[in-house]
């Protein structure tokens, strides 16, 4: 499959290499830089550069994009991508705000093409342990999650932190791993309501850098996770994931199932370091390219990113009037 990048940051470089692991072909690069798209092009041998998805799609001889651009980008350069027959495979946040995922899902479903969230901790071996063993009943009925979304000491830069560009701050890049998380592990059900606190406290920037999020589902669970950058300290590592069932209690990141009457760990050892390592990635593009060459629905797909973007959407209406909001 021919493949073309939006965005040259460090995100779509590891996509890239998944996407060689994965025997794609790396077509070509869209950027605004002509330096850094050369470079990234030289680094991966991809022979066509563009200065915009529209010179791009013009051009044609391309079937995926995978869209790794800032935020406010994420919507319109899909969209564009969708309906010149082009798979895409968008990076998370899906997009600004509900508005614009609602228009990238029925654009796809107009098109009949493959739209893909790259939420990636779905694509983690313990995560998809994990969920095995709560489908399988393992907990029983699961009553309440906790989860992480933190950068300890640390915070990102640039057009992260700017809110023309991102939308939104922490919450966007680090709650929706959170959220994601848990939607996966919980078997994607639907949101119901929410609660949140949300504010900035540790940088001069015009987004949220702290917050807290109750979401409540349609299967009666309900959900506590935490966010931020520039903490002093988390809990649990990002995506780490706690689930209190009738049952039992699992854990991932460490992960492990416990009941009264055993501990599995899956075989796994605790992490030395956490990170997203690169095999969840390639799992991902391999998924992907799956989906786009079958016509098979992926998931996370564009429903699942919009779920998510709801979840924000009223995430930061709570947090801004205080009060509990209904998703719809």
């Known amino acids: 499959m021919k493949l073309a990048f939006a965005g040259t940051g460090y995100i779509n470089k590891i996509h890239a290499l998944a996407a060689k692991s994965a025997g794609a072909e790396l077509t070509a690069v869209v950027n605004h830089q002509p330096e850094s ?21 013009k051009a044609g ?36 705000n509900a508005t ?13 093409k493959t739209l893909m969230v790259a939420h990636m901790w779905r694509f983690d071996p313990e995560a998809i342990w994990l969920r095995a063993q709560i489908a399988a009943g393992r907990i029983g009925k699961i009553i309440r999650t906790k989860g992480c979304g933190v950068h300890v000491k640390w915070g990102p830069g ?18 929706v791993h959170a959220l994601d998380t848990v939607r996966f592990l919980l078997g994607d059900p639907q949101p119901v309501s929410v609660y949140a606190k949300i504010g900035t406290y ?34 649990q590592p ?16 460490p992960t492990r199932i416990e009941t009264k009457d055993s501990v599995d760990d899956g075989g796994f050892s605790p992490r030395t370091e956490h990170r997203a390592l690169q095999g969840m990635y390639d799992a991902q593009m391999k998924y992907f390219l799956a989906c786009a060459r079958t016509g098979a629905h992926p998931i996370p797909g564009g429903q699942e990113g919009w779920a998510n973007i709801k979840v924000v959407d009223a995430a930061y209406e709570s947090s801004r009037t205080g009060k509990v909001v209904e998703v719809q």
Do not use: C
């Open 37 to 57: 798209m050369a470079k990234f092009a030289a680094e991966f041998g991809i022979p066509r550069q563009y200065g915009s998805v529209e010179a791009l799609l």
């Open 61 to 96: 001889g391309v079937e995926a994009l995978v869209v790794s651009t800032p935020n406010y980008l994420h919507a319109e350069q899909t969209i564009s991508a969708l309906e010149a027959g082009l798979h895409v495979l968008v990076e998370k946040p899906m997009a600004m």
């Open 100 to 112: 614009e995922a609602a228009a990238m899902q029925t654009t796809a479903e107009k098109a009949g």
């Open 158 to 175: 640039g057009w992260f932190t700017q809110k023309k560009f991102a939308g939104g701050g922490a919450m966007a890049d680090m709650g």
């Open 202 to 235: 540790y940088g001069a920037y015009d987004v949220d850098d702290t917050g807290l999020v109750i979401v409540n589902w349609e299967n009666g669970a309900t959900s506590y996770f935490e966010f931020g950058w520039w903490q002093p300290h988390a809990d």
């Open 238 to 253: 990002n995506a780490g994931t706690q689930l209190y069932g009738q049952a039992g209690f699992a854990s991932l990141f």
